[in-house]
Protein backbone atom coordinates (compact mmCIF):
# COMPACT_ATOMS: atom_id res chain seq x y z
CA UNK A 1 0.00 0.00 0.00
CA UNK A 2 2.67 2.46 0.51
CA UNK A 3 4.69 1.58 -2.15
CA UNK A 4 1.60 2.71 -4.39
CA UNK A 5 1.09 5.47 -2.58
CA UNK A 6 4.57 6.42 -3.09
CA UNK A 7 4.03 5.54 -6.92
CA UNK A 8 1.03 8.21 -7.04
CA UNK A 9 3.51 10.85 -5.60
CA UNK A 10 5.99 10.00 -8.63
CA UNK A 11 3.44 10.46 -11.51
CA UNK A 12 2.38 13.64 -9.81
CA UNK A 13 5.48 14.87 -9.80
CA UNK A 14 6.16 13.45 -13.76
CA UNK A 15 2.72 15.30 -14.11
CA UNK A 16 4.25 18.70 -12.87
CA UNK A 17 7.34 18.61 -15.21
CA UNK A 18 5.04 17.15 -18.05
CA UNK A 19 2.02 19.74 -18.07
CA UNK A 20 3.67 22.02 -20.63
CA UNK A 21 4.14 19.54 -23.26
CA UNK A 22 0.70 17.70 -22.36
CA UNK A 23 -0.93 21.00 -22.84
CA UNK A 24 0.44 21.76 -26.12
CA UNK A 25 0.71 18.34 -27.61
CA UNK A 26 -2.13 15.81 -28.89
CA UNK A 27 -3.19 12.39 -26.65
CA UNK A 28 -1.50 10.18 -29.41
CA UNK A 29 2.26 11.85 -29.02
CA UNK A 30 5.07 10.92 -26.92
CA UNK A 31 4.51 13.03 -23.85
CA UNK A 32 0.87 11.78 -23.01
CA UNK A 33 2.11 7.96 -23.98
CA UNK A 34 4.99 8.60 -21.69
CA UNK A 35 2.40 10.43 -18.77
CA UNK A 36 -0.21 7.19 -19.30
CA UNK A 37 2.63 4.70 -18.92
CA UNK A 38 3.44 6.09 -15.73
CA UNK A 39 -0.09 6.75 -14.45
CA UNK A 40 -0.60 2.76 -15.22
CA UNK A 41 2.54 1.53 -13.06
CA UNK A 42 0.54 2.06 -9.62
CA UNK A 43 -2.84 1.74 -11.44
CA UNK A 44 -1.96 -2.09 -12.18
CA UNK A 45 0.77 -2.54 -9.20
CA UNK A 46 -2.60 -2.01 -6.82
CA UNK A 47 -4.03 -5.22 -8.76
CA UNK A 48 -2.26 -7.35 -6.35
CA UNK A 49 -4.04 -5.74 -3.49
CA UNK A 50 -7.16 -8.17 -4.94
CA UNK A 51 -5.67 -11.41 -3.84
CA UNK A 52 -6.86 -11.69 0.13
CA UNK A 53 -5.16 -13.95 2.53
CA UNK A 54 -8.56 -16.17 2.62
CA UNK A 55 -9.10 -16.12 -0.87
CA UNK A 56 -8.41 -19.66 -2.88
CA UNK A 57 -5.04 -20.18 -4.51
CA UNK A 58 -5.94 -20.29 -8.19
CA UNK A 59 -7.77 -16.86 -7.79
CA UNK A 60 -5.06 -15.63 -5.19
CA UNK A 61 -2.11 -16.74 -7.70
CA UNK A 62 -3.79 -15.45 -10.88
CA UNK A 63 -3.79 -11.59 -9.04
CA UNK A 64 -0.51 -12.33 -8.07
CA UNK A 65 0.98 -12.63 -11.28
CA UNK A 66 -0.94 -9.84 -12.80
CA UNK A 67 1.58 -7.66 -10.64
CA UNK A 68 4.72 -10.62 -11.25
CA UNK A 69 4.02 -10.63 -15.08
CA UNK A 70 1.38 -7.95 -16.32
CA UNK A 71 3.70 -4.93 -13.82
CA UNK A 72 6.89 -6.40 -14.58
CA UNK A 73 7.14 -7.51 -17.85
CA UNK A 74 4.64 -5.67 -19.14
CA UNK A 75 3.45 -1.68 -18.08
CA UNK A 76 7.16 -1.54 -16.68
CA UNK A 77 8.82 -2.36 -19.79
CA UNK A 78 6.35 -0.59 -22.02
CA UNK A 79 7.17 2.22 -19.81
CA UNK A 80 10.76 1.37 -20.70
CA UNK A 81 10.02 1.58 -24.14
CA UNK A 82 8.77 4.66 -23.83
CA UNK A 83 11.22 6.37 -21.94
CA UNK A 84 14.08 5.04 -24.12
CA UNK A 85 12.24 6.11 -26.78
CA UNK A 86 11.52 9.83 -25.73
CA UNK A 87 15.66 10.25 -24.64
CA UNK A 88 16.41 8.87 -28.12
CA UNK A 89 14.20 11.55 -29.57
CA UNK A 90 14.89 14.39 -27.66
CA UNK A 91 19.13 13.56 -28.08
CA UNK A 92 18.47 13.61 -32.07
CA UNK A 93 19.46 9.65 -32.41
CA UNK A 94 16.15 8.07 -33.54
CA UNK A 95 13.44 9.77 -35.61
CA UNK A 96 10.35 10.47 -33.29
CA UNK A 97 8.23 8.96 -36.73
CA UNK A 98 10.43 5.99 -35.80
CA UNK A 99 10.20 5.96 -32.15
CA UNK A 100 6.48 6.55 -32.09
CA UNK A 101 5.92 3.48 -34.74
CA UNK A 102 7.87 1.04 -31.95
CA UNK A 103 5.74 2.33 -28.97
CA UNK A 104 2.35 1.83 -30.73
CA UNK A 105 4.08 -1.64 -31.93
CA UNK A 106 4.62 -2.28 -28.30
CA UNK A 107 1.14 -1.52 -27.03
CA UNK A 108 -0.15 -3.80 -29.56
CA UNK A 109 2.15 -6.84 -28.76
CA UNK A 110 1.52 -5.99 -24.64
CA UNK A 111 -2.17 -5.95 -25.27
CA UNK A 112 -2.02 -9.35 -27.09
CA UNK A 113 1.13 -10.63 -25.21
CA UNK A 114 0.90 -9.42 -21.81
CA UNK A 115 -2.39 -10.53 -20.78
CA UNK A 116 -1.58 -14.28 -22.79
CA UNK A 117 1.67 -14.40 -22.05
CA UNK A 118 0.90 -14.49 -18.45
CA UNK A 119 -0.31 -17.79 -18.32
CA UNK A 120 2.96 -19.23 -18.95
CA UNK A 121 3.15 -18.43 -14.88
CA UNK A 122 0.16 -20.13 -13.60
CA UNK A 123 1.36 -23.40 -14.10
CA UNK A 124 0.26 -25.06 -11.05
CA UNK A 125 -3.05 -23.87 -11.25
CA UNK A 126 -4.52 -25.88 -13.70
CA UNK A 127 -4.34 -24.42 -16.78
CA UNK A 128 -4.27 -26.12 -20.09
CA UNK A 129 -1.18 -27.31 -21.85
CA UNK A 130 -2.24 -24.76 -24.90
CA UNK A 131 -2.22 -21.77 -22.31
CA UNK A 132 1.29 -22.55 -21.32
CA UNK A 133 2.52 -22.96 -24.77
CA UNK A 134 0.50 -19.77 -25.59
CA UNK A 135 2.16 -17.85 -23.04
CA UNK A 136 5.18 -18.65 -23.32
CA UNK A 137 5.64 -17.54 -26.90
CA UNK A 138 3.48 -14.33 -26.60
CA UNK A 139 5.13 -13.46 -23.31
CA UNK A 140 9.16 -13.94 -25.54
CA UNK A 141 7.63 -11.68 -28.38
CA UNK A 142 7.40 -8.80 -26.28
CA UNK A 143 10.80 -7.94 -26.41
CA UNK A 144 10.65 -7.47 -30.41
CA UNK A 145 10.24 -3.31 -30.34
CA UNK A 146 12.37 -2.28 -27.85
CA UNK A 147 15.11 -4.41 -29.87
CA UNK A 148 13.90 -2.61 -32.98
CA UNK A 149 14.23 0.35 -31.26
CA UNK A 150 17.80 0.16 -30.13
CA UNK A 151 19.36 -1.00 -33.49
CA UNK A 152 17.55 2.56 -34.90
CA UNK A 153 19.44 4.61 -32.12
CA UNK A 154 22.60 2.55 -32.20
CA UNK A 155 23.08 2.92 -36.53
CA UNK A 156 22.59 6.73 -35.55
CA UNK A 157 24.97 6.78 -32.78
CA UNK A 158 27.06 4.97 -35.75
CA UNK A 159 26.44 8.12 -37.66
CA UNK A 160 27.20 10.44 -34.88
CA UNK A 161 30.19 9.32 -33.94
CA UNK A 162 31.62 9.90 -37.43
CA UNK A 163 29.87 13.13 -38.06
CA UNK A 164 31.76 14.12 -34.57
CA UNK A 165 35.05 12.95 -35.52
CA UNK A 166 34.92 15.71 -37.83
CA UNK A 167 32.76 18.60 -35.68
CA UNK A 168 35.15 20.43 -32.99
CA UNK A 169 32.08 20.04 -30.09
CA UNK A 170 31.38 16.28 -28.71
CA UNK A 171 27.87 14.78 -28.21
CA UNK A 172 27.90 15.32 -24.39
CA UNK A 173 25.18 12.38 -23.57
CA UNK A 174 27.26 9.42 -25.45
CA UNK A 175 27.32 7.34 -22.50
CA UNK A 176 24.27 8.39 -21.50
CA UNK A 177 23.00 6.89 -24.91
CA UNK A 178 25.14 3.50 -24.54
CA UNK A 179 23.25 2.64 -21.36
CA UNK A 180 20.20 3.26 -23.20
CA UNK A 181 21.50 0.66 -25.85
CA UNK A 182 22.59 -1.81 -23.02
CA UNK A 183 19.09 -2.10 -22.11
CA UNK A 184 17.57 -3.05 -25.31
CA UNK A 185 20.36 -5.33 -25.69
CA UNK A 186 20.02 -7.01 -21.73
CA UNK A 187 15.96 -6.95 -22.81
CA UNK A 188 16.73 -9.19 -25.51
CA UNK A 189 19.03 -11.50 -23.79
CA UNK A 190 17.95 -11.61 -20.29
CA UNK A 191 13.90 -10.95 -20.77
CA UNK A 192 13.71 -12.60 -24.04
CA UNK A 193 16.39 -15.41 -24.47
CA UNK A 194 16.64 -16.21 -20.82
CA UNK A 195 12.71 -15.53 -20.61
CA UNK A 196 11.88 -17.76 -23.29
CA UNK A 197 14.22 -20.69 -22.19
CA UNK A 198 12.33 -20.81 -18.79
CA UNK A 199 8.76 -20.56 -20.37
CA UNK A 200 8.68 -23.28 -22.75
CA UNK A 201 5.97 -25.67 -21.14
CA UNK A 202 8.34 -29.17 -20.50
CA UNK A 203 11.26 -27.15 -19.06
CA UNK A 204 8.47 -24.81 -17.03
CA UNK A 205 7.53 -27.41 -14.93
CA UNK A 206 11.00 -29.08 -14.20
CA UNK A 207 13.02 -26.07 -13.44
CA UNK A 208 10.82 -23.22 -11.84
CA UNK A 209 12.59 -21.90 -8.47
CA UNK A 210 15.96 -23.08 -9.87
CA UNK A 211 19.21 -21.16 -10.68
CA UNK A 212 17.41 -20.99 -14.42
CA UNK A 213 15.20 -18.62 -12.88
CA UNK A 214 17.56 -16.28 -11.07
CA UNK A 215 19.33 -16.52 -14.21
CA UNK A 216 16.64 -14.74 -16.28
CA UNK A 217 15.43 -12.62 -13.33
CA UNK A 218 18.81 -10.84 -12.87
CA UNK A 219 19.94 -10.54 -16.43
CA UNK A 220 16.36 -8.73 -16.95
CA UNK A 221 15.85 -6.60 -14.08
CA UNK A 222 19.32 -4.96 -13.64
CA UNK A 223 19.88 -5.13 -17.01
CA UNK A 224 17.09 -3.68 -18.07
CA UNK A 225 15.86 -1.32 -15.59
CA UNK A 226 18.82 -1.45 -13.51
CA UNK A 227 20.48 0.37 -17.01
CA UNK A 228 17.80 2.34 -17.41
CA UNK A 229 18.12 4.05 -13.99
CA UNK A 230 22.36 4.58 -14.59
CA UNK A 231 21.25 6.04 -18.25
CA UNK A 232 18.69 8.48 -16.68
CA UNK A 233 20.91 9.53 -13.84
CA UNK A 234 24.11 10.17 -16.01
CA UNK A 235 21.68 12.18 -18.49
CA UNK A 236 20.82 14.26 -15.27
CA UNK A 237 23.65 14.70 -13.89
CA UNK A 238 25.31 15.60 -17.25
CA UNK A 239 23.03 18.79 -17.04
CA UNK A 240 23.75 19.43 -13.07
CA UNK A 241 28.01 18.97 -13.38
CA UNK A 242 29.73 21.84 -14.63
CA UNK A 243 31.61 21.32 -18.35
CA UNK A 244 34.80 20.97 -16.68
CA UNK A 245 34.06 18.67 -13.71
CA UNK A 246 32.41 16.24 -16.28
CA UNK A 247 34.34 12.81 -16.32
CA UNK A 248 33.76 10.71 -19.91
CA UNK A 249 36.23 8.22 -18.17
CA UNK A 250 34.25 7.13 -14.75
CA UNK A 251 31.06 6.95 -17.25
CA UNK A 252 32.77 5.07 -19.40
CA UNK A 253 34.38 2.40 -17.09
CA UNK A 254 31.40 1.73 -15.35
CA UNK A 255 29.75 1.07 -18.66
CA UNK A 256 31.93 -1.29 -19.29
CA UNK A 257 32.24 -2.66 -15.60
CA UNK A 258 28.48 -2.93 -15.20
CA UNK A 259 27.95 -4.69 -18.14
CA UNK A 260 30.62 -7.09 -18.16
CA UNK A 261 30.54 -7.73 -14.50
CA UNK A 262 26.76 -9.18 -14.83
CA UNK A 263 27.63 -11.09 -17.88
CA UNK A 264 30.46 -12.99 -15.93
CA UNK A 265 27.51 -13.56 -13.53
CA UNK A 266 25.06 -14.75 -16.05
CA UNK A 267 27.44 -16.58 -18.10
CA UNK A 268 30.12 -18.17 -15.30
CA UNK A 269 27.57 -18.75 -12.57
CA UNK A 270 23.74 -19.13 -13.08
CA UNK A 271 23.61 -20.06 -16.31
CA UNK A 272 25.91 -23.11 -15.79
CA UNK A 273 24.37 -23.79 -12.15
CA UNK A 274 20.50 -23.94 -13.73
CA UNK A 275 21.52 -25.92 -16.51
CA UNK A 276 23.43 -28.42 -14.45
CA UNK A 277 19.71 -27.98 -11.93
CA UNK A 278 17.53 -28.97 -15.06
CA UNK A 279 19.97 -32.15 -15.97
CA UNK A 280 19.51 -33.28 -12.88
CA UNK A 281 15.67 -32.35 -11.99
CA UNK A 282 14.77 -34.01 -14.66
CA UNK A 283 17.37 -37.25 -14.31
CA UNK A 284 16.74 -37.29 -10.89
CA UNK A 285 14.20 -35.66 -9.44
CA UNK A 286 12.54 -31.98 -8.71
CA UNK A 287 12.67 -32.32 -5.13
CA UNK A 288 15.81 -33.52 -5.22
CA UNK A 289 17.87 -31.11 -7.21
CA UNK A 290 16.38 -28.38 -4.61
CA UNK A 291 17.97 -30.08 -1.66
CA UNK A 292 20.81 -28.86 0.01
CA UNK A 293 22.42 -31.95 -0.34
CA UNK A 294 22.68 -31.26 -3.94
CA UNK A 295 22.98 -27.45 -3.97
CA UNK A 296 26.25 -27.57 -1.66
CA UNK A 297 27.99 -31.20 -3.70
CA UNK A 298 29.69 -31.55 -7.39
CA UNK A 299 30.51 -28.35 -9.07
CA UNK A 300 27.99 -26.10 -7.88
CA UNK A 301 30.46 -24.67 -5.28
CA UNK A 302 33.15 -23.98 -7.79
CA UNK A 303 30.91 -22.24 -9.65
CA UNK A 304 29.20 -19.88 -7.33
CA UNK A 305 32.97 -19.04 -6.43
CA UNK A 306 33.06 -18.37 -9.96
CA UNK A 307 30.96 -15.62 -9.80
CA UNK A 308 33.50 -13.15 -7.11
CA UNK A 309 35.63 -11.86 -9.78
CA UNK A 310 32.25 -10.58 -12.05
CA UNK A 311 30.63 -9.47 -8.67
CA UNK A 312 34.26 -7.26 -7.65
CA UNK A 313 34.20 -5.73 -11.38
CA UNK A 314 30.47 -4.95 -10.97
CA UNK A 315 31.12 -3.15 -7.76
CA UNK A 316 34.72 -2.13 -7.88
CA UNK A 317 34.66 -0.77 -11.35
CA UNK A 318 30.78 -0.47 -12.15
CA UNK A 319 28.83 1.33 -9.14
CA UNK A 320 31.87 3.21 -7.36
CA UNK A 321 32.45 5.82 -10.18
CA UNK A 322 28.61 6.25 -10.88
CA UNK A 323 28.39 7.27 -6.72
CA UNK A 324 31.36 9.71 -7.67
CA UNK A 325 29.45 11.66 -10.59
CA UNK A 326 26.10 11.61 -8.02
CA UNK A 327 28.61 12.54 -5.20
CA UNK A 328 29.45 15.66 -8.01
CA UNK A 329 26.06 16.13 -8.76
CA UNK A 330 25.14 17.03 -5.38
CA UNK A 331 28.02 19.25 -4.57
CA UNK A 332 27.21 21.10 -7.63
CA UNK A 333 24.12 21.37 -8.28
CA UNK A 334 23.43 24.05 -5.05
CA UNK A 335 26.01 26.23 -6.45
CA UNK A 336 24.84 26.40 -9.87
CA UNK A 337 21.51 28.92 -10.70
CA UNK A 338 18.39 27.65 -12.09
CA UNK A 339 18.30 29.92 -14.50
CA UNK A 340 21.01 28.35 -16.46
CA UNK A 341 19.37 25.23 -16.96
CA UNK A 342 15.43 26.33 -19.14
CA UNK A 343 13.17 23.64 -17.61
CA UNK A 344 11.71 23.03 -20.85
CA UNK A 345 15.43 22.20 -22.04
CA UNK A 346 14.38 18.38 -22.67
CA UNK A 347 10.89 19.25 -24.66
CA UNK A 348 13.05 21.59 -27.15
CA UNK A 349 15.85 19.66 -27.59
CA UNK A 350 13.86 17.38 -29.71
CA UNK A 351 12.93 20.55 -32.02
CA UNK A 352 16.28 21.28 -32.60
CA UNK A 353 17.21 18.08 -32.92
CA UNK A 354 14.51 17.86 -35.76
CA UNK A 355 15.77 21.11 -37.51
CA UNK A 356 19.48 20.03 -37.38
Known amino acids: MLLTIGLVFWVIILFRGLRGSLHNDSLGNMPWLFFFAALS ?28 HLWVEDFLELFTTIMVAYVFVLLGVVHERIALAMIYLDIVLYSAGGVIGTMHHVYFSGEPSVHMALGAFFSAAEVIPLTFLTLEAWSF ?44 PIVSYYE ?45 ISFWSLNIGLLWMVFATLLPLGILQLYHSVSTGYYDARTLQYLTGG ?46 LLFTEAEEARVR
Open 41 to 68: IPAFYGVGLLAQTDSNFTSTDFWRFWVV
Open 157 to 200: LQLGARQGARSVSQFPHFWSVMFLASVGFWNFLGAGIFGFLINL
Open 208 to 252: IGTALTPNHGHAAMMGVYGMLAVALALFCLRYMIPEDRWSDGAAK
Open 299 to 344: LNPVLEWLRLPGDVLFIVGGVLPIVYLCGLGVRYVSTRRAAEVSPQ
